[in-house]
């Protein structure tokens, strides 16, 4: 099994990469993640939500992207856990619980038409909401599956802010807005 102190081939150890990148990556998700809430206050209706929408997806994905190997979510599974490891579980955290918010926001738009009026959507409209609701319904499960890993190997407390964060989001597709 891999460990996160493994030579990652550029002759710096995983370990001394991940504790300069998290600070950065949290960060910058951070950063996203406020700039996604600020614009998606802004959009009140369907027409200017989805244009707003799909610059975040693709600003997210473009973050996603951009992260090394080391700190791709799959080594949440493939490496033992350490405290590396636990910092790294939340900065995806971050990540998918901006994706999530979107995806509340998104549903809530569109459940709540301003004057009770029904929207009609057209076929591409439809095709970006399939894919912005399957998008959430991922990031949930992602989410829920990185807080059994960190809740199973015991590497945070029951009241952790990212328990407390992400499982009311989870939660929630049982019972949307």
């Known amino acids: 099994m891999q460990t996160m102190k493994a030579d990652n081939g550029t002759g ?12 950065i990556e949290i960060t910058r998700i951070t950063f996203i993640a406020a700039r996604a809430l600020r614009i998606l206050a802004a959009c009140s209706s369907p027409d200017t939500l989805l244009p707003a929408v799909r610059s975040l997806f693709d600003e997210l994905g473009a973050w996603y992207d951009s992260l090394p190997p080391v700190a791709s979510a799959t080594e949440l599974s493939q490496t033992p856990w350490d405290d590396d490891k636990t910092s790294l579980a939340h900065v995806h955290l971050s990540h998918l619980g901006a994706i999530t918010l979107i995806f509340r926001r998104t549903l ?3 459940k709540h038409k301003p004057g009770g009026q029904k929207h009609l959507l057209q076929p591409v409209e439809r095709s ?10 991922i990031a949930a499960k992602q989410s829920s599956r990185i807080l059994y890993l960190f809740l199973g190997e015991q590497a945070g407390v029951r009241h952790c802010w990212a328990v407390m964060y992400v499982l009311p989001l989870i939660i929630s597709f049982k019972h949307p807005c």
């Open 128 to 137: 970006q909401l399939a894919t912005i609701f399957n998008d959430g319904i």
């Open 12 to 23: 710096v150890d995983n370990t001394a990469q991940i504790q300069i990148l998290i600070p």
């Open 108 to 110: 809530n738009v569109y």
